[in-house]
């Protein structure tokens, strides 16, 4: 098939526009599989990473690779982007399915970071192949190659011979003298001009590169406001797939159908269109794949499955009984021995004056609960960053009965925001909060939403946070949280963090302690036995055991350590005495032996956990 001249831009632009949506495309497939990763393994500095470096280093394989497809550039690059809608669209659910049914996802994540990154780096090369070749075959179309001079009609419009030097040129044979120099100069300009640059390899090339840049701030920016609110992680990688496979198809077929063979359109069809179909289908299929996934992950005993925009919730167990409480996939609370843990946490530090507390965290409410049970609790204020746990916990019927209703004490005031950030708005320089800012929306006594500055001290300050080997440890356990902490708490108050099992990971305990006293606290260590027949956890949640112990560290501003001991204004906890709190701190200090001597503080700038 013969193909006609093309007209300025008519390829340029076009193409540009696919390199626009395809960039769009491979960059959402790369931030799907560092969010996910990040949800399902844990530490997203480490996916991240692995996740960028792994596709850079395949972008590279896939630009010398395609250096073997330049000969059939169109048929290439429309099998390309055929598999990588496919690739790219499914890697989310074939990442959730490694690790709902498997256990391990890391391999799978490397695996399609590698694959996509190789579909990527052969994209540029080729659309550049073929962009050549149609301003190549623009030139030639108007009687120019590339590297040639003025034809033999050119020679004529001169005045010079065809025959040679020397002969009198044509208008001299045919008789035509009277044809103005000026016309015979226009011409030669205009043939020297087209021969000298018929392919502008350069503006091409920053052409691509700026759609491709463009292309990847607004699939970075869609990721998060667009697909993830809109479509979830599974169904908005499946849309993205499809609309890669429309974008990358529907170019060759259409502007480069000319150079594409009888069987290389068919096979160009049918692969595009055998896409489409397998990602509609996995979109149709995603609800019913996720709740399989579920159930492989959590069980059959699934009471309630959300996601809030910050995380995913699910609770599960029996009806009437205590449940447990999954965030992203960890074990967060668990239901039979998580009164063990949040007593622990609570009621050393609330041995003195305690009529001001401050949870961070603790949007169960369990931390909550035992506060409440000292009657001489006059406010609460708990900052918690995600709505839907607290609502959650206000209104399911067993996470509402484990924390005894905690929420509807009118007493209580919930803060939803970061507790880095409101501690900053109300710490300012870290040694008090009279400059304090506004706390975000807040509910006090069962629902009711405020906002506005709290400018009180609090007597005790109880931080129910992550672990510290999550992705938040980086600020929620730095000195600098420590020193705004300091800020907010009254002369005599307390603070008490849970920093980690001990026992199985005393590094990490220890750098936590060594925070501490950088920002000028003094500690008193102390560690929990978790219950031997409760179901372990992954290890990331706080308020999961680990099989071996629970770390806490009880800290008071100045150099002096407070006492570790209990408030005689309550009933004895069920798992508290003053024994068991002596036994706590010979357990705490018997694991510093096995952490390196001399750990530095961990800050925002050198995380170190």
Same mark, same amino acid.
């Given at each position: 098939?013969?193909?006609?001249?093309?007209? &300025?831009?008519?390829? #340029?632009?076009?193409?540009?526009?696919?390199?626009?949506?395809?960039?769009?495309?491979?960059?959402?497939?790369?931030?799907?599989?560092?969010?996910?990763?990040?949800?399902?393994?844990? /530490?997203?500095?480490?996916?991240?990473?692995?996740?960028?470096?792994?596709?850079?280093?395949?972008?590279?394989?896939?630009?010398?690779?395609?250096?073997?497809?330049?000969?059939?550039?169109?048929?290439?690059?429309?099998?390309?982007?055929?598999?990588?809608?496919? @690739?790219?669209?499914?890697?989310?659910?074939?990442?959730?399915?490694?690790?709902?049914?498997?256990?391990?996802?890391?391999?799978?994540?490397?695996?399609?970071?590698?694959?996509?990154?190789?579909?990527?780096?052969?994209?540029? &090369?080729?659309?550049?192949?073929?962009?050549?070749?149609?301003?190549?075959?623009?030139?030639?179309?108007?009687?120019?190659?590339?590297?040639?001079? &003025?034809?033999?009609?050119?020679?004529?419009?001169?005045?010079?011979?065809?025959?040679?030097?020397?002969?009198?040129?044509?208008?001299?044979?045919?008789?035509?003298?009277?044809?103005?120099?000026?016309?015979?100069?226009?011409?030669? #300009?205009?043939?020297?001009?087209?021969?000298?640059?018929?392919? /502008?390899? =350069?503006?091409?090339?920053?052409?691509?590169?700026?759609?491709?840049?463009?292309?990847?701030?607004?699939?970075?920016?869609?990721?998060?406001?667009?697909?993830?609110?809109?479509?979830?992680?599974?169904?908005?990688?499946?849309?993205?797939?499809?609309?890669?496979?429309?974008?990358?198809?529907?170019?060759?077929?259409?502007?480069?159908?000319?150079?594409?063979?009888?069987?290389?359109?068919?096979?160009?069809?049918?692969?595009?269109?055998?896409? *489409?179909? *397998?990602?509609?289908?996995?979109?149709?299929?995603?609800?019913?794949?996720?709740?399989?996934?579920?159930?492989?992950?959590?069980?059959?005993?699934?009471?309630?499955?959300?996601?809030?925009?910050?995380?995913?919730?699910?609770?599960?167990?029996?009806?009437?009984?205590?449940?447990?409480?999954?965030?992203?996939?960890?074990?967060?609370?668990? $239901?039979?021995?998580?009164?063990?843990?949040?007593?622990?946490?609570?009621?050393?530090?609330?041995? $003195?004056?305690?009529?001001? @507390?401050?949870?961070?965290?603790?949007?169960?409410?369990?931390?909550?609960?035992?506060?409440?049970?000292?009657?001489?609790?006059?406010? %609460?204020?708990?900052?918690?960053?995600?709505?839907?746990?607290?609502?959650?916990?206000?209104?399911?019927? /067993? %996470?509402?009965?484990?924390?005894?209703?905690?929420?509807?004490?009118?007493?209580?005031?919930? =803060?939803?925001?970061?507790?880095?950030?409101? *501690?900053?708005?109300?710490?300012?320089?870290?040694?008090?909060?009279?400059?304090?800012?506004?706390?975000?929306?807040?509910?006090?006594?069962?629902? !009711?939403?405020?906002?506005?500055?709290?400018?009180?001290?609090?007597?005790?300050?109880?931080? !129910?946070?992550?672990?510290?080997?999550?992705?938040?440890?980086?600020?929620?356990?730095?000195?600098?949280?420590?020193?705004?902490?300091?800020?907010? %708490?009254?002369?005599?108050?307390?603070?008490?963090?849970? +920093?980690?099992?001990?026992?199985?990971?005393?590094?990490?305990?220890?750098?936590? /302690?060594?925070?501490?006293?950088?920002?000028?606290?003094?500690?008193?260590?102390?560690?929990?036995?978790?219950?031997?027949?409760?179901?372990?956890?992954?290890?990331?949640?706080?308020?999961?055991?680990?099989?071996?112990?629970?770390?806490?560290?009880?800290?008071?501003?100045?150099?002096?350590?407070?006492?570790?001991?209990?408030?005689?204004?309550?009933? #004895?906890?069920?798992?508290?005495?003053?024994?068991?709190? +002596?036994?706590?701190?010979?357990?705490?200090?018997?694991?510093?032996? !096995?952490?390196?001597?001399?750990?530095? &503080?961990?800050?925002?700038?050198?995380?170190?956990?």
């Amino acid at each position: 098939m013969v193909r006609p001249p093309v007209r &300025p831009g008519a390829v #340029r632009y076009p193409v540009l526009a696919v390199v626009f949506v395809c960039s769009a495309c491979g960059l959402v497939y790369e931030l799907e599989l560092v969010a996910l990763a990040s949800y399902l393994i844990g /530490d997203s500095v480490t996916q991240a990473s692995v996740v960028l470096s792994v596709m850079v280093f395949a972008m590279g394989i896939g630009s010398l690779l395609a250096k073997r497809l330049r000969c059939r550039a169109a048929v290439g690059f429309g099998l390309i982007e055929a598999g990588l809608a496919l @690739v790219g669209g499914c890697s989310a659910m074939a990442l959730y399915a490694a690790f709902a049914w498997f256990g391990a996802s890391q391999y799978v994540l490397v695996a399609f970071a590698l694959a996509i990154g190789v579909l990527i780096g052969a994209e540029i &090369p080729l659309l550049m192949s073929l962009i050549q070749r149609a301003e190549t075959s623009r030139s030639r179309g108007a009687g120019l190659g590339p590297g040639r001079g &003025p034809g033999r009609g050119e020679e004529a419009d001169l005045g010079v011979s065809p025959g040679g030097p020397g002969r009198p040129g044509g208008a001299g044979r045919s008789g035509r003298s009277g044809r103005s120099a000026w016309g015979r100069r226009r011409r030669a #300009r205009r043939a020297a001009r087209s021969s000298r640059d018929p392919y /502008d390899a =350069a503006g091409t090339v920053a052409d691509l590169f700026a759609a491709d840049y463009v292309g990847a701030l607004v699939g970075g920016l869609a990721f998060p406001f667009l697909l993830l609110p809109w479509f979830g992680q599974l169904t908005g990688a499946l849309v993205t797939g499809a609309v890669n496979a429309f974008a990358g198809g529907g170019l060759v077929l259409w502007l480069f159908r000319y150079d594409l063979t009888r069987r290389s359109r068919k096979l160009l069809i049918g692969a595009n269109v055998s896409v *489409l179909a *397998l990602l509609g289908t996995a979109t149709i299929l995603a609800a019913p794949f996720e709740q399989a996934a579920r159930r492989a992950v959590y069980g059959d005993r699934v009471l309630v499955a959300e996601h809030t925009g910050l995380q995913e919730v699910v609770v599960t167990g029996r009806r009437g009984s205590p449940p447990d409480l999954f965030l992203d996939g960890r074990l967060w609370v668990g $239901g039979r021995d998580e009164y063990r843990y949040h007593e622990a946490l609570v009621h050393p530090a609330m041995n $003195g004056r305690h009529a001001r @507390v401050l949870i961070l965290g603790g949007g169960d409410g369990l931390a909550a609960r035992e506060v409440l049970r000292h009657p001489d609790v006059r406010s %609460l204020t708990v900052v918690e960053r995600d709505p839907g746990v607290v609502r959650l916990a206000r209104t399911d019927p /067993d %996470l509402a009965a484990l924390n005894r209703r905690a929420f509807q004490d009118r007493r209580v005031t919930v =803060a939803y925001e970061d507790a880095f950030r409101w *501690l900053r708005a109300r710490g300012g320089d870290g040694r008090g909060g009279e400059e304090g800012g506004h706390g975000g929306h807040g509910a006090s006594g069962g629902g !009711d939403e405020g906002r506005g500055p709290v400018r009180e001290r609090f007597d005790v300050v109880i931080c !129910d946070l992550p672990d510290p080997s999550t992705t938040a440890g980086a600020t929620l356990y730095s000195e600098e949280f420590y020193g705004l902490a300091a800020g907010v %708490l009254a002369d005599g108050g307390r603070l008490v963090v849970h +920093a980690g099992p001990a026992a199985a990971r005393p590094a990490t305990y220890w750098t936590v /302690d060594a925070s501490l006293r950088a920002a000028g606290f003094a500690t008193r260590p102390y560690g929990m036995k978790t219950d031997p027949g409760a179901r372990p956890g992954s290890g990331l949640g706080r308020g999961a055991g680990t099989g071996e112990d629970w770390g806490f560290l009880l800290a008071a501003p100045g150099g002096r350590a407070p006492a570790l001991g209990l408030a005689t204004d309550i009933p #004895r906890p069920r798992s508290l005495t003053p024994s068991v709190l +002596a036994e706590a701190a010979a357990r705490a200090d018997r694991t510093r032996a !096995d952490a390196p001597p001399r750990l530095p &503080p961990s800050t925002l700038v050198h995380p170190r956990y």
